[in-house]
């Protein structure tokens, strides 16, 4: 039995879109901070988040860890990652997809 209104999930989700503030990857052992594009609830109800894997790294990079941090700077997701980006490449644009739901 599901106790949450769909109100209070589009609250949550709300929430999370006005409390995420940056991303970071890591590549070459070191973290490297990444303005979010984009925050947005998907047509089938999950929320998106985008943000630019750019050129602040020269050359081709291996990025190991992706990171998403709250406006109080607090990590609030972290995932393993194997992306190759060329340095002839203009950035890769990586996206979360993730859902709120009751558990």
């Known amino acids: 039995m599901e106790l949450l209104t769909p109100e209070a999930i589009n609250g949550y989700k709300d929430y999370t879109q006005r409390t995420i503030a940056y991303a970071q990857y890591k590549a070459g052992g070191k973290y490297y901070k990444s303005k979010i594009s984009n925050v947005f609830v998907m047509p089938d109800g999950r929320l998106a988040v985008d943000f630019l894997i750019d050129h602040t790294v020269p050359g081709d990079i ?30 890769i644009l990586y996206r979360f997809t993730f859902i709120i739901q009751e558990g």
């Open 62 to 91: 291996l990025v190991t860890e992706v990171q998403l941090y709250n406006t109080n700077n607090k990590l609030w997701l972290s995932k393993p990652e194997n992306v190759m980006r060329k340095d002839v490449q203009e950035g």
